[in-house]
């Protein structure tokens, strides 16, 4: 990785001294008009960007915190990033997004852009487990992590209540007359033993609430009702329901770990001529916008995600703030906002 440009670096280039840069940046000072334009040529040729976090630290701030999410490709990110900026704007903060691709890298491949983006501090979403225990929470500004992954006590965490919300929602299924309830969502290549143990991870964590809702029931555990999916989105809920149907498994409930893949298999329910709720029952998880929307409108768990980013806002500012304690972790309600796929 090439080392960042410096001023010095433009300076010595432009055959210039550090001040005469420093007043080309900043728009001040008299030169000749010559130097001026030998100045910002040079600056554009070794592609020198101001670092914003260095100027804030001598200014007082920016007033600026920053989001970095996965890509919008779900509807939960777009919604979660809405209710962080409308809350931070009542702070009295602005919001800087940065997004990372849910298949590449991951949060570590946004962190450099973290530096020159010069929040005064970060919201990190955690979409897999954090390596060398959380090291990449560890930097020169304060973090914040949102999800469903160890912070290894190297920064504040605000996650939600996942197994016990769809423990939950299980039960009411099975009270509402379900018997035979499948569920989408399960990590790719999972085993019974690792999503059982697993003490991280939203998909992981999803499951073993499903799998306790039905022992605490009395149900047996058709494990082939559990069925993986890679990609949380439409077109996955398409593709498991899909996959679904094509079986001789007949559900007569479906449980989806987000509402993304519920909203894409009820269309492939409704495509197929499933009638919901009349011939299966589903439920989703987030509690996004477009479920009360959908037709039938989507029975979802809602894991307060208001209070979630609100949560991660007010932690975050009070580091910014000057709080230095130990980190913390916060874990928000749920309830289940029935609509009208289910019968519950």
């Known amino acids: 990785m090439n080392e960042r440009v410096t001023i010095k670096d433009v300076a010595r280039e432009a055959g210039v001294s550090i001040k005469t840069v420093s007043n080309v940046l900043n728009n001040t000072g008299s030169m000749r008009p010559e130097t001026r334009q ?3 040529e040079t600056i554009h040729r070794l592609g020198y960007t ?3 976090s260095a100027r804030a630290m001598r200014g007082g701030g920016t007033r600026l ?17 809405d209710i962080v900026i409308d809350y931070a704007r009542e702070r009295q903060y602005g919001v800087i997004i940065n997004t990372y691709g849910q298949g590449g890298g991951g949060l570590p491949s946004i962190i450099e852009d973290t530096y020159r983006l010069g929040a005064d501090g970060w919201l990190f979403f955690t979409e897999r487990p954090l390596l060398n225990e959380g090291a990449v929470l560890e930097q020169p500004y304060p973090v914040v992590a949102m999800g469903d992954y160890r ?7 605000v996650t ?6 769809v423990r939950h929602a299980v039960r009411r299924l099975v009270a509402g007359g379900c018997k035979r309830i499948a569920m989408l969502g399960a990590p790719t290549g999972w085993t019974r033993d690792a999503v059982m143990s697993a003490d991280e991870g939203t998909q992981a964590l999803r499951t073993q609430g499903f799998v306790e809702g039905l022992l605490s029931c009395g149900v ?3 494990w082939r009702m559990i069925i993986p999916v890679m990609e949380w989105n439409l077109s996955g809920g398409v593709r498991a329901a899909s996959e679904l149907l094509d079986s001789d498994l007949n559900p007569d409930a479906i449980i989806c770990l987000n509402d993304a893949m519920a909203l894409g298999a009820m269309h492939e329910l409704q495509r197929r001529g499933v009638r919901v709720p009349d011939d299966m029952q589903i439920i989703g998880f987030d509690n996004v916008p477009e479920a009360r929307y959908a037709v039938p409108a989507l029975t979802s768990v809602n894991p307060h995600v208001e209070e979630y980013a609100k949560k991660a806002v ?12 130990p980190a913390r972790n916060f874990v928000t ?3 289940i906002e029935e609509r009208a796929s289910t019968r519950l």
């Open 38 to 40: 030998r100045v910002e």
């Open 50 to 52: 101001v670092n914003i």
């Open 65 to 81: 915190i920053g989001l970095g999410i996965f890509d919008f490709s779900q509807p939960f990110a777009p919604y979660l990033a």
């Open 151 to 157: 912070t290894h006590g190297k920064a504040d965490l």
């Open 160 to 165: 939600m209540p996942n197994t016990e919300a």
């Open 220 to 222: 047996d555990v058709d």
């Open 314 to 325: 007010d932690m975050l500012i009070e580091r910014i703030e000057g709080y230095r304690g």
């Open 333 to 335: 309600d749920f309830s």
